[in-house]
């Protein structure tokens, strides 16, 4: 079994209940693409290990959303309502790349969350900071142009240049695919972007700076 002591809340424990932890922990291997779990289902509290996690809602016809990206050592605070009650959301919860997960049972949680007053208020300060991001997506959505929105994306990439389709865009944005073609062929026109079959190249960042600002 891989090592738990990066468990958030293991410092917490006293001696026996870290046994307890270590040896119910239920380690599992996941692909790149494949869904975890969603608001139907209920697999215990769940740790990254390795790998990035996306987590998203998805609209009735399919369109997706993210929310926020778990990383190493991040909690799922979604798995940890999901327990203690409803989800608050219909949310999902994919594997962006190849990952590994730890996960722990329901009771042995609910046990210790419980028990122990600093893993309370970890997971207090946990959930406002996803607060935080869902709130920033909230904005976003609601205040921002889609040009805007998509300009701000290219540039957070860390290289200009991009292998995603048109689709993996939109659904990083919660809008529709053709939306997004639109938006990028206005940017190749006038010169920010050049596109080509499954990649873009970033040619005039200050161009989409400005963009993002607001400016023409």
């Known amino acids: 079994m891989e090592n738990t002591t990066e468990f958030p809340f293991y410092s917490f424990l006293s001696p026996q209940d870290k046994k307890i932890v270590t040896e119910n922990f239920r380690t599992e291997q996941i692909p790149a693409g494949s869904v975890i779990f969603d608001s139907t289902s209920c697999k215990g509290v769940l740790l990254v290990l390795s790998g990035i996690i996306r987590v998203y809602i998805l609209s009735e016809s399919g369109r997706e959303i993210t929310l926020y990206r778990l990383f190493e050592n991040d909690l799922c605070t979604l798995s940890v309502s999901c327990i203690m009650g409803k989800m608050p959301m219909q949310a999902m919860i994919k594997a962006d790349t190849d990952c590994s997960i730890a996960t722990l049972s329901n009771d042995i949680f609910s ?85 080509s079959r499954g990649k873009m190249k970033i040619i005039d960042p200050d161009g989409l700076r400005t963009i993002i600002s607001g400016g023409s």
């Open 111 to 195: 046990g210790l969350h419980q028990k122990y007053p600093g893993i309370q208020q970890l997971l207090f300060e946990t959930m406002n900071t996803r607060l935080a991001d869902v709130m920033w997506v909230v904005e976003q959505v609601a205040f921002r142009g889609m040009d805007q929105r998509i300009g701000e994306f290219l540039l957070s990439r860390p290289s200009t240049i991009i292998y995603l389709t048109h689709e993996e865009i939109a659904a990083e944005l919660g809008t529709a695919r053709e939306v997004v073609s639109r938006m990028l062929k206005y940017f190749e026109k006038n010169g920010y972007v050049e596109l």
